[in-house]
């Protein structure tokens, strides 16, 4: 008996369950970094930090977060972000302002006034942080006088920490991983049993390392009030 399937059309569904299959769809919107406007700043297994401006009338196209991440604003800005619907938000962002966005977040972003507004993006990788035992009578590194909890998630605690006139901390460790931004700056000076460092802290100035300072030490305000937004892994 002659088939009355037609090889030349079996091909039509089949190109059409690739397009709509998962990988396929999965290729539909490009990653956020790199890209034009934005520097890395930092890079290690637990994050990548990069330094964005939000030029007017710029946008950076529909993109798909691969990670959860942090907005730090330093200065002053209105930014809009655009939704796969075309429905759209203006935030007109203050010098401290924090935004978190989930991992799978699809949106565009552009500066939408004649201020552009500056911020560093913590892209939070998915290495879980070393858990480290606390030490009977030495507190953590935060939080501490001087600072305020801006927002927590079971990742991450987000930390907004200043160097008050005169301010000394008490001896402490540091028992978690995690990133910060200058967003003042100024001069503290930490004391160790090795003898006193002086560190000089400018504006956009990012820190982090990879495994928590295991020394006891003090920190205290030197010169200015030096301030800075903590993201803090659990």
């Known amino acids: 008996m002659k088939s009355w399937l037609n090889p030349r059309f079996m091909l ?3 190109a059409a369950l690739f397009v709509y299959s998962s990988p396929a769809l999965a290729q539909k919107y ?5 890209r034009s406007g934005a520097k890395n700043t ?7 930090v990069w330094d964005v401006t939000f030029e007017n009338g710029k946008s950076t196209g529909m993109h798909q977060l691969p990670l959860d991440q942090v907005y730090v604003f330093l200065t002053e800005g209105p930014v809009k972000f655009t939704r796969p619907d075309g429905t759209w938000t203006i935030e007109q962002e203050k ?8 991992k799978g977040t699809v949106e565009s972003e552009e500066g939408a006034g004649d201020t552009s507004a500056r911020a560093f993006i913590f892209q939070l990788k998915d290495a879980v942080p070393p858990k480290r035992e606390i030490v009977p009578g030495i507190p953590d590194k935060l939080p501490r006088e001087g600072t305020v909890k801006l927002f927590e998630t079971p ?7 200043t160097w008050l006139t005169g301010m000394k901390s008490p001896l402490h460790l540091h028992y978690h991983i ?12 930490v004391s160790t049993y ?13 820190v982090g390392g990879t495994e928590p300072l295991k020394a006891p030490h003090q920190e205290s305000q030197l010169e ?3 301030r800075a937004i903590s993201v803090t892994l659990k």
Request: proline letters at 9%.
């Open 30 to 34: 490009a990653v956020p970094f790199p």
């Open 178 to 189: 995690d990133a910060a931004v200058y967003i003042v700056g100024g001069k503290t000076v």
């Open 194 to 206: 090795q003898g006193p460092r002086t560190n000089n802290w400018a504006v956009g100035q990012v």
């Open 155 to 161: 990742r991450v605690i987000i930390w907004d920490y």
């Open 95 to 102: 010098m401290g302002a924090v935004r978190y966005e989930t």
């Open 224 to 226: 200015g009030e030096p």
């Open 42 to 48: 930092l890079e290690n297994r637990y994050f990548s």
């Open 12 to 14: 039509i569904p089949l």
